[in-house]
């Protein structure tokens, strides 16, 4: 099987009320080539938002 080729990408470190901007940042930026959005607790009510691209 031939995978397409994937690259995973921090968008940052936000508090959680800037969740939701960081994510339409992203999603702006790459368009249709995101495959997947993870977002992690760090602590301090920060998060970790990471991005996985494909091809569009």
């Known amino acids: 099987m031939i995978r397409p080729s994937t ?4 968008a ?3 508090p ?4 939701p901007q960081a994510v339409a ?3 702006r930026r ?3 080539a ?3 959005i993870h977002v992690r607790r760090t602590r301090n009510h920060h ?3 990471s991005v996985e ?3 569009p």
Request: net charge neutral.
């Open 30 to 32: 790459y368009g249709r």
């Open 47 to 49: 998060y970790t938002v």
């Open 34 to 36: 995101v495959r997947e």
């Open 16 to 19: 959680l009320f800037l969740i």
């Open 7 to 10: 690259e995973e990408e921090r």
């Open 53 to 55: 691209r494909g091809r």
């Open 25 to 27: 940042d992203v999603i």
């Open 12 to 14: 940052g470190t936000v």
